[in-house]
């Protein structure tokens, strides 16, 4: 039911030699649906004046893609990528590891996250009455991690799923890596990108979003991604 770790195999070596990025083969009318649904979510979050939940978003989401990206180079240096997702599981593959629903959820996962910390985003879990040192922890870390965890076990699901949704090739792979060194940073951007200065919140978004344009505009054309 759950797969921890890539398991270097032929199979999943030919599984990923399949796969058709970009491809229509798949394409339904679910493609469509899915969209408009983020955009109902975005729009009324702006219509609400919520915007530091539209930050949290698109914070996140742009993580997202700079991974994407870096991803799908590996992938074209190395011979396969960390992460990819196989046509049977989806209608559309943007980048070799990234599907059309899942980019849909990750452009959600960080409003959710961002709605799921306490109204008070300033306070400490696990803290000690009459301590001076220790003030526990924040609130904002814990639903980080939380949420990271959730993702990579629902990743590892994913990895066991018998339409291979989701294919690691690479043995040293695996649940550990991608909580680490991938869910974290996404939730941490989300959660903590409306505490900072509207200045330094603005440059960041812009940065990444400039970032991954560029990168796409440059990299797709040229057939590296």
């Not at 949420?147 to 291979?164: P, R, V, Y």
Request: charged share 15%.
């Amino acid at each position: 039911m759950f797969t921890f770790w890539g398991d270097g195999s032929q199979q999943a070596m030919d599984l990923v030699d399949k796969i058709r990025v970009r491809d229509t083969g798949n394409f339904n009318w679910t493609f469509i649906f899915i969209l408009a649904v983020v955009f109902y979510v975005y729009w009324s979050e702006i219509h609400k004046k919520n915007y530091e939940a539209v930050f949290a978003g698109l914070a996140l989401y742009g993580v997202h893609w700079l991974y994407e990206i870096g991803n799908a180079i590996i992938a074209k240096c190395a011979g396969y990528p960390l992460w990819s997702v196989s046509n049977d599981s989806t209608t559309f593959i943007l980048l070799i590891g990234v599907s059309w629903e899942l980019s849909m959820m990750f452009s959600l996962a960080g409003i959710i996250s961002y709605k799921m910390l306490p109204k008070d985003r300033t306070k400490h879990y696990f803290t000690r009455k009459g301590s001076t040192r220790w003030k526990g922890i924040d609130c904002r870390l814990v639903g980080a991690i939380s949420m990271a965890l959730l993702f990579a076990l629902f990743e590892s699901f994913l990895a066991a799923t018998s339409n291979h949704s989701f294919i690691w090739v690479y043995k040293w792979w695996g649940v550990i890596p991608v909580f680490f060194t991938t869910y974290i940073p996404f939730f941490l951007a989300s959660n903590y990108v409306n505490d900072f200065k509207p200045k330094v919140r603005n440059i960041f978004l812009i940065s990444i979003w400039g970032t991954v344009a560029l990168l796409l505009a440059i990299l797709i054309p040229c057939g590296v991604i």
